[in-house]
């Protein structure tokens, strides 16, 4: 499995952005998908993931109301629309893929495969 993040960039506080992530080589669908971030001289946290079948989506309290997560399972594709942006949302922003049979994928050791990572530095 390969997955490749993109959209991150340079946005002020109160302005959005849309993160994309490809799936390629997937032979069994995943159960989640997610989203998890990494600020300098942190831990990677959850921010959001979607059940890959049912569409479920579960948020980290701190992105609730502003960050939605999508998928389109024709394209394999997995995004994170994020609204309002503060600087404390700057981090690198990992998708990842997850066969968890739990209720819902909130951790980084539920997930097997993740992307590379894209930026998201928000100016106050």
């Known amino acids: 499995v390969q997955l490749q993040a993109s959209g991150g960039g340079l946005v002020q506080a109160g302005g959005s952005l849309r993160l994309s992530c490809a799936a390629s080589?997937?032979?069994?669908?995943?159960?989640?998908m997610g989203w998890f971030r990494q600020a300098p001289g942190k831990g990677r946290d959850f921010v959001a993931t979607?059940?890959?079948?049912?569409?479920?989506?579960y948020y980290a309290d701190s992105v609730k109301g502003r960050f939605t997560v999508s998928r389109d399972r024709a394209k394999k594709m997995v995004y994170l629309q994020m609204n309002s942006l503060k600087p404390e949302d700057t981090a690198v922003y990992y998708c990842?893929?997850?066969?968890?049979?739990?209720?819902?994928?909130?951790?980084?050791?539920?997930?097997?495969?993740w992307g590379q990572g894209t930026q998201v530095t928000v100016s106050s």
């Open positions: 979607i059940n890959w079948n049912r569409g479920m989506t």
């Open positions: 080589g997937l032979t069994v669908s995943p159960r989640f």
């Open positions: 990842g893929r997850s066969s968890t049979i739990l209720s819902a994928a909130r951790t980084e050791t539920m997930y097997d495969s």
